[in-house]
């Protein structure tokens, strides 16, 4: 900035031409704290130990958790019945080494929600990009019939696959039990990955076939890995409510497909065993080092995308 | 010259009763920086769409190079583009964004490293290459996306408003670096922008479309300084545009001299043009308010080419480097009229708000423009 060329003093004297101040001068002092921030917590209101929102947090908790509580206190129990007798392990003893069915019964669903979740996850999927992807009339009535089978109750469902598996003639088992777990598994997956596909930017298929991509190309190099954790995330429920479904899996399972909430069932009737209590709690931190291994997996996974 | 050039023979196309591209011919020669201008919805970025292969026309051709492109898939087109939104892929690094096209080739890996790097360092990205588009700014996701439409060489890039999610400061670098990389390449740019000054800053030539049509192509000057329709007299820079009647129109030097009744000022004025008019034709006159000048004391009179009018000022609007200022005439037309501040206060008179004023430009300086009804 040259502003050292002075000039005579303009007409009237109105124009006073002004030596430049240095910036640092004119900018805001700040401190050596740097900007000014808020307080901790100073956005928030005061926490009384004994406010209402710690109430309710606890009854909530409580709510929640007291059966499981309940169940996990009498899987240590002695005597079989809801008197308390002292503490022991041997309903722990029976379900390891004495029910060789129950572990049969879970293998079984194991296996089958694994299965069934990989493909309702493939085809699901497949269905969401090609909907999205392609326009076509029956566009719309394939994605209101898709959920369809999300809102029916689930004994209609049961009852219409059982109808249907012997009009074809085909026996129950493990087989139809697979089928009828992918096929509710599917609207699922399909809402999931649509709901993904909602926030993917579709020019970047055409980035893709513009720069040298085939159409195969575009949808396996670009589309699938950009949706990945959509994938992966449903999956994940698929092979949750496959793990969990009793009611369809009932209608539709043949003798020798007994699967783990079937056979649950089966024991209940004929008296609660405290070794479904036991199998309870070791049930719950299975399925919580699953889901904190998940959860770090999945992290991962978004943080890459 | 590098590149390809660009024939666009007759080209229709509508949606539904919409004609997106009506008629639409157009020559770009090889290398050229070559701009299609219009405000949104002209059907401008419709036809770099056909270009690139993901629009088709309903009727007309398309040549590159001599050949004929409308049956080929946009991975078999020698073009790229560069798009409005990026269009990065989110789940690949920098690097990878721009490997891409060469790993689809299954280019040798030390040769596809090498030609990354180098296209990453030309728009230089060097220090981002393991970052994910997420953690980029808008100029730098944009960057990725040139280096990434130019890694395969294309004979043709296609910008389809690149810069326009960008900030103003940031636009006008990356303007700059994008008519570097142009002079560097030397490949046909195509460039999409409903930015007029971007048009004119970069173009070597500049299409004008509004409603599907092409109005004028042109250098950024002719576009300018002869405007072709009213539409593109208001459309590029600003201008007092105001219907007209011919009155006379005689020879005068190597023109002509036409006398022309404008109901607007009142009055009658002096404008000179290339090609002889119809006594009664209708036209519109056109004056950039950069060439008239105001001043407080009447301008003497030099030769009957210089209109002149009087008026106050009704709005002065200071912005540094220049003041607009309008004026209102004896009759009420307002003119827009912008000075430049060439020099430290020594650009005549201050003039204020409630001002009389003169008002005057000389023959030379206006146009006559074609009235196409829209």
Sequence with gaps: MTTDVEKPPQRNGNHIKHKLIPSKLVSPPSGPQGPYRLPKNQHFRDHRRFGFSNIMLVLVILFLFAPLFVVITYSFNAAKGMRWTGLSLEWYKKLFFDSNELWRAFGNSIMIAFSSALVATMLGSLAAIGIKWYRFKARAYIQIASFLPMVLPEVIIGISMLIFFSAIKVQLGMFTIFAAHTTFNIPFVFLLVSARLDEFDFSIIEAARDLGATERQALFKVVIPSIMPGIVTSMLMSVTMSLEDFVITFFVSGPGSTTLPLYVYSMIRYGVSPVINSLSLVLILGIMILALTLRRFLKTIAASS | ?374
């Design chain 2, 1 to 374: 010259m590098k590149g390809f050039d660009v024939t666009v023979k007759d080209v229709s196309r509508a949606y539904g009763s919409f004609k997106a591209l009506d008629d639409v011919s157009i020559e770009i020669h090889k290398g050229e920086f070559f701009s299609l201008l219009g405000p949104s919805g002209c059907g401008k970025t419709t036809l770099l769409r056909i270009i690139a292969g993901f629009d088709s026309p309903d009727v007309g051709t398309v040549l590159l190079d001599g050949k004929d492109i409308l049956p080929l898939p946009p991975d078999r087109r020698q073009v790229n583009t560069v798009f409005q939104n990026y269009a990065l892929f989110p789940h690949l690094s920098v690097y990878e964004n721009v490997a891409f096209p060469l790993r689809l080739k299954k280019i040798q890996p030390t040769k596809l490293d090498t030609k990354v790097r180098e296209y990453l360092h030309l728009v230089q990205l060097d220090a981002h290459i393991d970052k994910k588009p997420s953690m980029l700014s808008g100029g730098q996701k944009q960057r990725v996306a040139i280096a990434r439409a130019l890694i395969n060489e294309p004979n043709v890039l296609l910008l389809d408003e690149p810069l326009s999610a960008l900030d103003a400061k940031l636009r006008q670098n990356l303007l700059v670096e994008l008519d570097h990389l142009h002079d560097q390449i030397g490949i046909t740019f195509i460039y999409v922008t409903h930015d007029q000054s971007e048009a004119l800053s970069v173009s070597d030539r500049i299409a004008v479309m509004n409603q599907g049509k092409v109005l004028q192509v042109g250098t950024p000057y002719e576009i300018y300084e002869s405007p072709a329709t009213d539409f593109v007299a208001r459309f590029i820079g600003e201008t007092n545009l105001f219907p007209a009647t011919v009155l006379s129109c005689n020879p005068y030097k190597e023109e002509y001299i036409v006398s022309l009744d404008i109901p607007e000022l009142g009055t009658s004025i002096m404008v000179t043009d290339y090609d002889p008019l119809q006594v009664g034709q209708k036209v519109s006159f056109t004056i950039r308010p950069e060439k008239i000048k105001i001043t407080t004391d009447e301008p003497r009179r030099v030769g009957k080419d210089i209109n002149l009018f009087s008026g106050i000022v009704e709005e002065p609007i200071y912005s540094g480097f220049q003041s607009k200022y309008y004026v209102s005439l004896s009759n009420g037309t307002v003119l827009k009229i912008i000075q430049q501040h060439n020099n430290y206060m020594d650009d005549g008179p201050d003039i204020a708000w409630k001002d009389n004023v003169f008002v005057s430009w000389s023959a030379e300086d206006g146009y006559i423009v074609e009235v196409v009804d829209s």
